[in-house]
């Protein structure tokens, strides 16, 4: 993999090679599913499932409104039941 770190206004921007894996930009990006203040867990479960799908290792909650590991969360991160 090929980092070129610049700065552009104060933020710090990698660039990749087109010849990356989708697995080693996922692994080192910035970029985290944050839900705030969820209300149902189906929400949760269903957002847990399309982070799966595109590699993403994790979903933060903050403020849930519910049990995070509720039923209905499970049944709909069905698959994807490890970044619930």
Known sequence: MIHKPDSHRGARIRKFALSDSW???LLSSPVWFVLVGT???GNLGAVCRVAAAFGFPAVRVV???????AEEARWLAHGAEDVL
């Open 23 to 25: 697995e080693d930009l």
């Open 63 to 69: 403020r849930p409104e519910f049990a995070p590991l």
């Open 39 to 41: 209300q149902t867990p």
